[in-house]
C-alpha cells in the first residue's frame, strides 16, 4: 500500500471510530423534577393518549395511519377508541371491522417508574362485551408514549404516540 492509500485507510479508520465512540454517547439520565411531573400526571389520572402509528406485534412492522384513535382517563374511567388491525378470535360479519371501543371502568390499575426505560408504566384492564384488554401505557419525557394492548380475542398490538 503507498503513503496515499496508508493516508485514506488511516482517515477512513478514524472517522468511523469518532461515529462509533458518538454513538455509544450515553444520554443524561431523567431529571427528579421530569420523573414527579410523569409520575402526577398518570397519578391524576386526566389525560388523554393520542395514537400516531400503529405495530402490530405478529409482523413487527409499523404502519402510519392518520389519526388511529384516542385512549381518554378521567379518574378510573377510560373512553378507547382505536383502530384495530390484526387477527382475531371472534367471529364478525363480513365487510366490518371492529376496532377496539370500551367505555367503562379500568380495573386493576397500577402504576410504577420503570428506570431502564426511563418511563412511567401505567397497568390497567377493561371489558368490552367479552373481551378483556390488558393495557400497558409507557410514557416517556416529552409526553411521548406508547400503549401495548392485549386480548383474550385477539392479537396484540401496539400504539405509538403523544399524551395530552
Same mark, same amino acid.
Given at each position: ?27 443524561? /439520565? ?31 412492522? #409499523?404502519?402510519?395511519?392518520?389519526? /388511529? ?27 366490518? #371491522? ?17 428506570? #431502564? ?48
Amino acid at each position: 500500500m503507498n503513503n496515499t492509500g496508508k493516508i485514506i485507510y488511516s482517515l477512513f479508520l478514524s472517522v468511523n471510530l469518532l461515529l462509533l465512540m458518538g454513538c455509544g454517547a450515553s444520554k443524561e /439520565p431523567i431529571t427528579e423534577a421530569t420523573w414527579e411531573q410523569m409520575e402526577n400526571m398518570v397519578e391524576g389520572q386526566n389525560f388523554t393518549f393520542v395514537a400516531k402509528t400503529i405495530e402490530t406485534m405478529r409482523t413487527g412492522s #409499523a404502519n402510519r395511519i392518520d389519526n /388511529p384513535g384516542y385512549l381518554k382517563f378521567e379518574g378510573d374511567q377510560v373512553d378507547m377508541d382505536l383502530r384495530y388491525f390484526g387477527s382475531s378470535q371472534m367471529s364478525r360479519s363480513y365487510g366490518t #371491522a371492529e376496532g377496539l371501543r370500551v367505555v367503562g371502568t379500568a380495573k386493576d390499575l397500577s402504576s410504577s417508574r420503570n428506570t #431502564a426505560t426511563e418511563s412511567v408504566d401505567l397497568k390497567f384492564s377493561v371489558v368490552n362485551k367479552s373481551e378483556t384488554l390488558q393495557c400497558n401505557l409507557r410514557i416517556y419525557s416529552g409526553k411521548r408514549a406508547v400503549l401495548d394492548v392485549n386480548s383474550n380475542l385477539r392479537s396484540s398490538i401496539r400504539y405509538d404516540g403523544i399524551i395530552q
